[in-house]
């Protein structure tokens, strides 16, 4: 069965700083893995989309990479802002023949300090 | 990516009554989802929304307490039953088009059950 692991939990860093999400998963033989943002008691939004065949996607001040051998994710926000704080969630979906699923992690709740 | 609209935004509810939510997409996708998200946890997969077909529940979730319909490709909803306080969460609508390969979520129904 699938786990996915978030740490840390909560961060919290001043603005300008750079921001280090990790997220790991116990199988590696995952279909694509996609970070989101969620803001207070609303939906989500999709961050970013990496593939299992891919290193890194890239989308303006946010890289993710993904180390499928080790099971490991990782995002990194450059320049953080107050408007990025909110919670971060990593999601991995398995191959077709497992199903359709998304496995969740338990999230990092970022806070960015004027 | 695909546009899903979930109604209610939030609800405030009396233990004992139903309540249903419904989740709008703005074109026809094959696999809609409904997730449930407790207060400060992450997000659990509730059922597989199958058109024309009964819902597939994960464990922990039966069709008594949780019925879905499926009546089209665009449209789904979700009742909770008989609630109690502990349906109190966040309950989102999600859906995946073959050829983007990632998920797409909606704005979330907040109720609380009093």
């Known amino acids: 069965k699938q786990e996915v692991t978030q740490i840390p939990a909560a961060l919290s860093v001043p603005e300008g700083e750079n921001l280090v999400l990790n997220c790991s998963f116990t199988?590696?033989?995952?279909?694509?893995l996609q970070w989101f943002r969620q803001d207070p008691g609303k939906g989500l939004t999709s961050l970013l989309l990496?593939?299992?065949?891919?290193r890194e996607q890239t989308s303006g001040r946010l890289n993710a990479s993904l180390d499928k051998s080790s099971g490991r994710s990782t995002l990194y926000i450059a320049a953080s802002q107050p408007g990025d704080s909110a919670t971060y969630l990593c999601?991995?979906?398995?191959?077709?023949?497992?199903?359709?699923?998304?496995?969740f992690g338990g999230g990092t709740r970022v806070l960015v300090k004027p | 990516s695909a546009v899903i609209s979930q109604k209610p935004s939030r609800d405030i509810c009396q233990r004992g009554t139903s309540l249903t939510i419904q989740c709008q997409v703005d074109?026809?996708?094959?696999?809609m989802f409904w997730y449930r998200q407790q207060p400060g946890q992450s997000l659990t997969l509730i059922a597989t929304?199958?058109?024309?077909?009964?819902?597939?529940?994960e464990s922990g979730f039966v069709i008594d307490k949780f019925p879905i319909s499926r009546p089209n490709l665009t449209f789904s909803t979700l009742t909770v039953s008989n609630m109690s306080p502990e349906d109190s969460s966040i309950y989102l609508c999600?859906?995946?088009?073959?050829?983007?390969?990632?998920?797409?979520f909606g704005s979330g129904t907040r109720l609380t059950v009093v």
């Open positions: 999600s859906v995946v088009r073959q050829a983007e390969r990632g998920y797409t």
């Open positions: 199988d590696s033989a995952i279909y694509n």
């Open positions: 990496i593939q299992s065949s891919q």
């Open positions: 999601a991995v979906r398995m191959r077709e023949a497992a199903g359709n699923k998304l496995t």
């Open positions: 074109s026809q996708v094959t696999m």
């Open positions: 929304a199958n058109q024309g077909s009964e819902a597939t529940y």
